[in-house]
């Protein structure tokens, strides 16, 4: 996280979801997986989850916006709608992402323009908590006044509704108008143009121009042009308005900050004459390059004049279904919250990276150029696994965009946003991405080129970064560490974490050295030996106390200086029992998580850490203490992994223990069903392969198996069409039965608590039968998943 930061059109239009309702409305048994999909989850409680209209990996997101937690533009906590705007993130914390040009319609009070509220502050509005309609590809809401919104997307345009026949005045007196405001969500405009024009015979108007916004959690600036038609009426007047003023001329505005930085709040509108016959349809093309390819976009996509709004619907649901296809369930009586729960967790992961093809305004090149990583500290480790078996084409064409950037730029991203680079957060997580695509065979990528692009992550400094590579270098090569208060006149970047980057770099660089194993280069043995470097910062006799009282496990991680002598942090800082720590508040040797959880953030060898924490026994034990105690904290990406360690003692049935331990009682379908912001659906990811019972070490050919919670679970590779499923035998629905007795893998005794991603492109059969107590299977040492060294220090992973 970057915490600081077949249904038909007509069923569509009357199903509701009431906002803060604790059960979901019951459903039909329905065949249509939209209707398990509710994308309000998360819109609650810091989820920050984008609940607006989007198509898969779409660049154009329509959504209102709130003037509460505005993160993702919408969330149901009550607080009220300040616009409608088309770009948006989802999940995301710190400063509310994108949000630029909303737009707003009211009927002014008189026929006097200054009467109208144009300001965020003037204009807020409380909308009607059970009118919201929040589907895939689809999302209405009505305001207070009864003036009722409806909007849906295509790939870089919006298309919003606005119907005044219910508001008091609607078919009466007063004439509508729809402005635009030249802002985004956290007001970051450096400068904006708009221009506003009344279309022949006043049928409607066009406004259009372009800002300059800062990035939500990045570096530099970024231009956004919009081309905004507005329809359905005889247009009376039209201009710009500054502050609570406006007038019919003249049609143009500049607006920019002026010395004092001020921030004036400006825009256009158009006005037409009550009372309409129908709904004002606005549509809202959106472009990174130019004013003209907006309006290109929004022309081609959705043509006019008259808007096909439900037209535009079902081709976005289409889309989804299509995304949705290749898994099916078989619930075996399960709850239907659960399935509530996964699908929408599922179509959370296709929401960013934003396919930003043919919008990328640094470079043109025929590759697929995505945005919004954001971050890839977030993605790489369960979310864009997903996406590698669910959409492998996609997310080939997401590698390629990552290294098509690193050709351009000279670095692979690590964060991104708004064709901005974004901060780093540890190591560089797209070396992870890359490694993980090639272990799982994806196709159509040049693999020399990621392997070049990695070892320059590997050996050479960026003067910055704090937006690409991993610093402190010329240290990590000479004391095969990163020192506290490192010495580092090379580059800059927060010069902090210096424990999570050690555990970080450890491990993509055991990532280069399976990528140079299996591309044959004779750099395999050194990052092998580096990948082994997180031992040096291992501090045997550390001791952690909380409040004053010994937990009784000693040795942990600690900060150590460049001349060898160690410092010290609080094995608990950083943890939720003490202060949050990131890149800017709190900054510490770990990042956003204590030393504690860091201790298992060694993905590549947890045979060691077994081994240096006292063996099976007392590893066992901390992990239990961990989540019990409150150290853990589930709602961010450290923790994942942590959950399915006790497959390398041999305890199988604790991580299916443990997983159930938090879905429900953490991800869930309520509205706040989320821990914590979902980070682009990173934390949906966690309960979709906890819930299809195979969870991922990536960089590694590695799920480890638990029970799936529905009877059984098919996934049809749309790599090679072949169908592999996951079932289990004495599946209970109410979970007595968690525990693995035995396994036959396409119809052969399997005794490994692991397998490998053959299984899904080869289209395999899991059998599990299941019991409610541990059994001896998965439990042997040959049956536990592969570790850099096993307990007795020989290799036991590469050979
Ligand atoms: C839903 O309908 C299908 C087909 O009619 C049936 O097999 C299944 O048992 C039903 N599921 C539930 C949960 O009612
Ligand atoms: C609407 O829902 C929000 C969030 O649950 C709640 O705070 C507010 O009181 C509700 N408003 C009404 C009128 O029920
Ligand atoms: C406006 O007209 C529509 C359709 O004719 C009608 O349904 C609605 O009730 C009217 N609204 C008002 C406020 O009179
Ligand atoms: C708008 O702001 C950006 C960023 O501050 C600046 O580079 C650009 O020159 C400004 N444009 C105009 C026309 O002032
Ligand atoms: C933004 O629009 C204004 C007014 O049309 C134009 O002068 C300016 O060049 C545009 N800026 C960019 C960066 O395209
Ligand atoms: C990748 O391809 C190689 C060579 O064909 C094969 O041996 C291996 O099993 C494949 N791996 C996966 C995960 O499909
Ligand atoms: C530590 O002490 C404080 C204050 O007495 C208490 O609120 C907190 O729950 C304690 N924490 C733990 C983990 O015991
Ligand atoms: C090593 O450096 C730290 C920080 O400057 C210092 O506190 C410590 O005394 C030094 N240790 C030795 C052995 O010089
Ligand atoms: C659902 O998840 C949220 C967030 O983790 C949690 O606060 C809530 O208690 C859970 N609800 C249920 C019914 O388990
Ligand atoms: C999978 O099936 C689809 C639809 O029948 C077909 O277009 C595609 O070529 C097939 N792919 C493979 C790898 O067989």
Same mark, same amino acid.
């Given at each position: 996280?970057?915490?600081?930061?077949?249904?038909?059109?007509?069923?569509?239009?009357?199903?509701?979801?009431?906002?803060?309702?604790?059960?979901?409305?019951?459903?039909?048994?329905?065949?249509?997986?939209?209707?398990?999909?509710?994308?309000?989850?998360?819109?609650?409680?810091?989820?920050?989850?984008?609940?607006?209209?989007?198509?898969?990996?779409?660049?154009?997101?329509?959504?209102?916006?709130?003037?509460?937690?505005?993160?993702?533009?919408?969330?149901?906590?009550?607080?009220?709608?300040?616009?409608?705007?088309?770009?948006?993130?989802?999940?995301?914390?710190?400063?509310?992402?994108?949000?630029?040009?909303?737009?707003?319609?009211?009927?002014?009070?008189?026929?006097?323009?200054?009467?109208?509220?144009?300001?965020?502050?003037?204009?807020?509005?409380?909308?009607?908590?059970?009118?919201?309609?929040?589907?895939?590809?689809?999302?209405?809401?009505?305001?207070?006044?009864?003036?009722?919104?409806?909007?849906?997307?295509?790939?870089?345009?919006? =298309?919003?509704?606005?119907?005044?026949?219910?508001? +008091?005045? $609607?078919? @009466? !007196?007063?004439?509508?108008?729809?402005? *635009? %405001? #030249?802002?985004?969500?956290?007001?970051?405009?450096?400068?904006?143009?708009?221009?506003?024009?009344?279309?022949?015979?006043?049928?409607?108007?066009? =406004?259009?121009?372009?800002?300059?916004?800062?990035? +939500?959690? $990045?570096? @530099? !600036?970024?231009?956004?042009?919009?081309? *905004? %038609? #507005?329809?359905?009426?005889?247009?009376?007047?039209?201009?710009?308005?500054?502050?609570?003023?406006?007038?019919?001329?003249?049609?143009?505005?500049?607006?920019?900050?002026?010395?004092?930085?001020?921030?004036?709040?400006?825009? @256009?509108?158009?006005?037409?004459?009550?009372? *309409?016959?129908?709904?004002?349809?606005?549509?809202?093309?959106?472009?990174?390059?130019?004013?003209?390819?907006?309006?290109?976009?929004?022309?081609?996509?959705?043509?006019?004049?008259?808007?096909?709004?439900?037209?535009?619907?079902?081709?976005?649901?289409?889309?989804?279904?299509?995304? *949705?296809?290749?898994?099916?369930?078989?619930?075996?009586?399960?709850?239907?919250?659960?399935?509530?729960?996964?699908?929408?967790?599922?179509?959370?992961?296709?929401?960013?990276?934003?396919?930003?093809?043919?919008?990328?305004?640094?470079?043109?090149?025929?590759?697929?150029?995505?945005?919004?990583?954001?971050?890839?500290?977030?993605?790489?480790?369960?979310?864009?696994?997903?996406?590698?078996?669910?959409?492998?084409?996609?997310?080939?064409?997401?590698?390629?965009?990552?290294?098509?950037?690193?050709?351009?730029?000279?670095?692979?991203?690590?964060?991104?946003?708004?064709?901005?680079?974004?901060?780093?957060?540890?190591?560089?997580?797209?070396?992870?991405?890359?490694?993980?695509?090639?272990?799982?065979?994806?196709?159509?990528?040049?693999?020399?080129?990621?392997?070049?692009?990695?070892?320059?992550?590997?050996?050479?400094?960026?003067?910055?970064?704090?937006?690409?590579?991993?610093?402190?270098?010329?240290?990590?090569?000479?004391?095969?560490?990163?020192?506290?208060?490192?010495?580092?006149?090379?580059?800059?970047?927060?010069?902090?974490?210096?424990?999570?980057?050690?555990?970080?770099?450890?491990?993509?660089?055991?990532?280069?050295?399976?990528?140079?194993?299996?591309?044959?280069?004779?750099?395999?043995?050194?990052?092998?030996?580096?990948?082994?470097?997180?031992?040096?910062?291992?501090?045997?006799?550390?001791?952690?106390?909380?409040?004053?009282?010994?937990?009784?496990?000693?040795?942990?991680?600690?900060?150590?200086?460049?001349?060898?002598?160690?410092?010290?942090?609080?094995?608990?800082?950083?943890?939720?029992?003490?202060?949050?720590?990131?890149?800017?508040?709190?900054?510490?040797?770990?990042?956003?998580?204590?030393?504690?959880?860091?201790?298992?953030?060694?993905?590549?060898?947890?045979?060691?850490?077994?081994?240096?924490?006292?063996?099976?026994?007392?590893?066992?034990?901390?992990?239990?203490?961990?989540?019990?105690?409150?150290?853990?904290?589930?709602?961010?990406?450290?923790?994942?992994?942590?959950?399915?360690?006790?497959?390398?003692?041999?305890?199988?049935?604790?991580?299916?223990?443990?997983?159930?331990?938090?879905?429900?009682?953490?991800?869930?379908?309520?509205?706040?069903?989320?821990?914590?912001?979902?980070?682009?659906?990173?934390?949906?990811?966690?309960?979709?392969?906890?819930?299809?019972?195979?969870?991922?070490?990536?960089?590694?050919?590695?799920?480890?198996?638990?029970?799936?919670?529905?009877?059984?679970?098919?996934?049809?590779?749309?790599?090679?069409?072949?169908?592999?499923?996951?079932?289990?035998?004495?599946?209970?629905?109410?979970?007595?039965?968690?525990?693995?007795?035995?396994?036959?893998?396409?119809?052969?005794?399997?005794?490994?608590?692991?397998?490998?991603?053959?299984?899904?492109?080869?289209?395999?059969?899991?059998?599990?039968?299941?019991?409610?107590?541990?059994?001896?299977?998965?439990?042997?040492?040959?049956?536990?998943?592969?570790?850099?060294?096993?307990?007795?220090?020989?290799?036991?992973?590469?050979?």
């Amino acid at each position: 996280m970057v915490r600081h930061w077949h249904w038909s059109i007509t069923a569509l239009l009357c199903v509701v979801i009431p906002v803060g309702a604790r059960n979901l409305p019951k459903r039909a048994n329905s065949s249509d997986v939209l209707d398990y999909v509710n994308p309000l989850i998360g819109s609650q409680a810091g989820g920050n989850v984008f609940a607006g209209a989007t198509l898969p990996y779409g660049m154009v997101k329509a959504s209102p916006d709130v003037n509460g937690e505005n993160t993702g533009g919408f969330s149901t906590d009550g607080s009220q709608i300040t616009g409608f705007s088309a770009l948006h993130d989802s999940g995301t914390g710190g400063n509310p992402s994108l949000g630029n040009f909303p737009i707003f319609p009211q009927i002014c009070s008189s026929d006097d323009l200054n009467t109208c509220k144009f300001t965020i502050g003037t204009r807020a509005i409380n909308y009607i908590n059970d009118s919201i309609i929040a589907k895939p590809g689809h999302f209405g809401v009505t305001l207070e006044n009864g003036i009722k919104t409806d909007m849906t997307v295509s790939e870089h345009a919006a =298309l919003f509704e606005f119907d005044f026949s219910g508001t +008091s005045n $609607g078919n @009466g !007196s007063g004439d509508p108008l729809i402005m *635009l %405001d #030249l802002t985004d969500l956290w007001a970051s405009r450096q400068n904006a143009s708009i221009s506003v024009e009344e279309e022949e015979g006043n049928e409607g108007g066009r =406004l259009k121009g372009n800002g300059t916004f800062l990035p +939500s959690f $990045g570096a @530099g !600036s970024y231009i956004a042009y919009f081309c *905004l %038609d #507005l329809s359905g009426g005889t247009v009376k007047d039209s201009g710009v308005w500054v502050n609570n003023r406006a007038g019919t001329e003249p049609k143009d505005l500049y607006v920019t900050r002026g010395f004092n930085l001020f921030y004036l709040e400006a825009g @256009g509108f158009v006005r037409f004459k009550g009372p *309409l016959s129908g709904p004002i349809s606005a549509r809202m093309g959106i472009s990174f390059i130019s004013t003209g390819q907006a309006c290109r976009n929004a022309e081609d996509e959705i043509p006019g004049p008259d808007f096909d709004f439900e037209g535009t619907v079902i081709k976005t649901q289409d889309a989804w279904r299509e995304k *949705l296809a290749p898994i099916s369930i078989e619930s075996g009586g399960t709850d239907e919250s659960g399935l509530v729960s996964f699908w929408s967790a599922v179509y959370r992961t296709m929401i960013s990276p934003q396919d930003y093809t043919d919008e990328n305004p640094h470079w043109t090149s025929p590759e697929p150029y995505f945005d919004s990583f954001y971050c890839l500290w977030d993605m790489w480790r369960v979310q864009l696994p997903f996406l590698t078996i669910m959409d492998p084409l996609q997310q080939s064409r997401i590698v390629r965009s990552l290294l098509d950037i690193y050709k351009h730029r000279g670095w692979l991203p690590d964060c991104s946003m708004s064709t901005c680079k974004g901060w780093t957060q540890g190591g560089s997580d797209a070396d992870n991405v890359l490694v993980d695509a090639y272990v799982k065979n994806l196709t159509n990528i040049d693999w020399d080129l990621a392997y070049e692009a990695i070892v320059n992550d590997a050996e050479k400094e960026p003067l910055e970064w704090s937006v690409e590579g991993r610093g402190g270098l010329a240290s990590w090569k000479r004391l095969n560490y990163i020192p506290y208060l490192d010495f580092n006149p090379n580059g800059f970047g927060t010069n902090s974490r210096s424990i999570s980057r050690t555990l970080e770099y450890s491990y993509n660089d055991f990532n280069l050295a399976t990528l140079a194993k299996g591309l044959g280069k004779d750099t395999y043995t050194k990052y092998i030996g580096r990948a082994g470097s997180w031992q040096n910062l291992f501090k045997a006799g550390q001791t952690s106390d909380i409040n004053g009282t010994d937990t009784g496990f000693t040795g942990f991680f600690q900060p150590k200086y460049l001349n060898g002598t160690w410092g010290y942090q609080d094995p608990i800082a950083c943890s939720p029992l003490a202060d949050f720590c990131s890149l800017t508040s709190n900054p510490s040797e770990t990042f956003e998580s204590s030393a504690w959880e860091y201790m298992f953030f060694v993905p590549h060898d947890i045979a060691k850490i077994i081994e240096l924490l006292g063996g099976e026994e007392t590893f066992l034990k901390r992990l239990d203490f961990f989540h019990t105690s409150g150290l853990a904290d589930i709602g961010n990406e450290p923790v994942i992994l942590t959950v399915y360690m006790p497959h390398y003692a041999g305890r199988p049935g604790l991580s299916a223990k443990r997983a159930h331990y938090y879905i429900p009682s953490r991800f869930n379908s309520s509205l706040a069903g989320l821990p914590g912001n979902d980070d682009s659906g990173a934390m949906a990811s966690f309960t979709l392969f906890s819930t299809i019972g195979l969870f991922p070490n990536p960089g590694q050919n590695v799920y480890f198996i638990i029970p799936p919670f529905f009877e059984a679970v098919s996934i049809t590779s749309p790599a090679t069409n072949k169908t592999a499923t996951i079932k289990n035998i004495n599946f209970d629905p109410g979970y007595q039965n968690i525990y693995i007795q035995s396994a036959k893998l396409n119809g052969e005794d399997y005794s490994k608590n692991w397998i490998g991603h053959e299984f899904f492109t080869e289209g395999w059969t899991l059998e599990l039968v299941l019991g409610r107590e541990e059994s001896m299977w998965g439990t042997k040492m040959e049956d536990r998943p592969p570790s850099l060294s096993d307990t007795t220090g020989s290799i036991g992973y590469m050979t």
